[in-house]
């Protein structure tokens, strides 16, 4: 993979193959400790002590379609070579959380990606479950939570036009000026 959101992206299909009806998503940029923290959270299955010390392992999957499973190791991996760590704790029949984090300014960190593009994508594919992101760069925050949306919208489905063009403007507008405030903050210049 080559940026970061495709990793949130992975995890996120994880999560909802664990049958999990709420799954929070968090970014954090700190540039001033330089360190970027991403992890995603949901109320699925879980997974018992044995299978989270095992999940690492490029060789493990609980996916029926194929053998292994490359999305959290490769992640760890990355984490890893830009001075970071990658976290995982589960309990069966209470969730899932990962966590990795790394060296901001790390020349081999990848991107972070299309993190908008990736949101949307969950919100549209898994209109059921409940998505959350809550996405920092500094002291500028943007919080994004679909419950409200499809609580306000009643009957009306998220597939609608006029509602797929809200969901997708709030998500960049949101991370766009956040990343635009948060590095103003500490006078760092934000490329396009």
């Given amino acids: 993979m080559r940026e970061l959101a495709l990793h949130i992206l992975d995890i996120a299909e994880n999560s909802v193959a664990a049958q999990a009806r709420r799954v929070e998503i ?68 209470r969730g ?43 002291d500028a925050t943007y919080e994004f939570d679909s419950g409200p949306i499809k609580q306000e919208l009643g009957d009306v489905p998220l597939s609608e036009p006029a509602v797929l063009a809200f969901i997708r403007e709030s998500l960049q507008q949101g991370i766009a000026e956040c990343q635009q405030n948060g590095a103003e903050f500490y006078g760092i210049a934000q490329s396009a």
């Fill in 26 to 93: 968090g970014v954090e940029e700190d540039l001033h400790r330089d360190r970027l923290r991403i992890w995603v959270k949901d109320d699925g299955h879980g997974m018992d002590e044995e299978m989270v010390a095992r999940v690492t392992d490029p060789f493990v999957t609980s996916r029926t379609t194929r053998k292994v499973g490359l999305g959290i190791p490769l992640l760890k991996a990355a984490a890893e070579s830009c001075n970071g760590h990658l976290r995982i704790s589960s309990a069966i029949g």
């Fill in 96 to 138: 899932t959380c990962l966590e990795a984090e790394f060296q901001h300014s790390h020349i081999d960190r990848m991107p972070l990606g299309d993190l908008a593009g990736t949101l949307y994508a969950l919100v549209v594919g898994w209109p059921d479950v409940r998505w959350t992101l809550r996405y920092r760069v500094n």
